[in-house]
């Protein structure tokens, strides 16, 4: 069983810069894939970032790519996902998400995900 906290989001200004983490309750975390997906009202749940269990692989949706960057600390059980020049369109609920390392199906589905934290509100003003 893996348990994921995410503190953090908040709300910030159009061009700004945010960075969220993850943390995990767990004994092998790089045994785990991680995954960051988004949610805006009304919409489905979006691929946003991925990496690998070392780190040495990395994943971003178009829509991100350039701007968000995703980062792990093996030694401190956490995944990271820094944001920079956010725009009102990345208004969401962010959700970080684990799938062990063994499995061979896409990271961009959100149904290859396991396990999933609580979610937090990201909210980017114009």
């Known amino acids: 069983q893996v348990q994921l906290v995410e503190p953090g989001g908040g709300l910030v200004q159009a061009g700004g810069s945010l960075r969220l983490s993850c943390a995990a309750s767990?004994?092998?975390?790089?045994?785990?894939?991680m995954g960051w997906f988004r949610q805006a009202p009304g919409k489905e749940r979006d691929f946003v970032a991925a990496?690998?269990?070392?780190?040495?692989?990395?994943y971003y949706a178009d829509t991100v790519k350039v701007r968000f960057t995703i980062s792990r600390d093996n030694a401190k059980n956490t995944v990271f996902l820094q944001m920079n020049s956010l725009k009102p369109e990345d208004t969401a609920v962010y959700y970080c998400?684990?799938?062990?390392?063994?499995?061979?199906?896409?990271?961009?589905?959100?149904?290859?995900?396991?396990?999933w934290g609580q979610g937090t509100q990201v909210t980017v003003s114009s």
């Open positions: 998400a684990a799938r062990p390392a063994y499995k061979s199906g896409s990271y961009y589905n959100r149904n290859e995900y396991d396990y």
């Open positions: 767990v004994r092998t975390f790089s045994s785990y894939a």
């Open positions: 990496i690998s269990w070392s780190g040495g692989a990395l």
